[in-house]
């Protein structure tokens, strides 16, 4: 079974205020996970450089909605837990945006779902077609959007207007 590596950040819970411990804060990455050999180190701390990171580890990884231009820091659409508001029952899961500049993990940061956000990231993890496109849009338009690679044509986000905050 393969052991997903996690973005080491002390994520601060917008509904309840609590700092999440950053080694139990719900995130999980897939994009060491193209390295052949151990030892394998999940953590991902803040600006730790990953010296073997390759665009296709992250094309792999994650959904991509548009290229990153070369050189260009690359945005990624991420989800993260909150223990305290798990336990509690209230929504738990939340939006963060990724960056990475070059090979070095540069930001993670809380944010909520607007469509400024989409257009600005240019990958997605899963949550946002298991949570947003195909319960807001419909398997009809998450059909017509998915491309042959499994990548999503941007095209989808205008439809989203009337569900989510423009920024
Ligand atoms: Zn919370």
Redesign the pocket.
């Known amino acids: 079974m393969t052991k997903l590596a996690y973005f080491v950040v002390a994520l601060e819970?917008?509904?309840?205020?609590?700092r999440?411990d950053p080694h139990d804060n719900g995130t999980q990455t897939a994009i060491l996970d193209y390295r052949p050999c151990p030892p394998f180190d999940p953590r991902i701390e803040l600006g730790r450089e990953i010296p073997d990171l390759e665009p296709f580890a992250i094309e792999d990884a994650y959904i991509m909605l548009h290229a990153p231009a070369d050189g260009e820091a690359v945005h990624i659409l991420e989800t993260w837990s909150?223990?305290?508001?798990?336990a509690?029952k209230?929504p738990?899961s939340f939006w963060a945006e990724v960056v990475f500049e070059g090979r070095r993990f540069a930001s993670m940061a809380p944010r909520p779902l607007t469509l400024a956000l989409l257009d600005r990231c240019h990958f997605a993890c899963q949550s946002l077609v298991l949570e947003v496109i195909h319960p807001l849009l419909g398997v009809e338009v998450l059909t017509k959007y998915t491309l042959e690679s499994g990548d999503m044509d941007p095209g989808f986000i205008p439809l989203l207007a009337p569900y989510l905050p423009p920024e």
Request: hydrophobic share 15%; with cysteine.
């Open positions: 819970c917008p509904t309840c205020g609590t999440a909150c223990r305290p508001c798990n509690a209230r738990y």
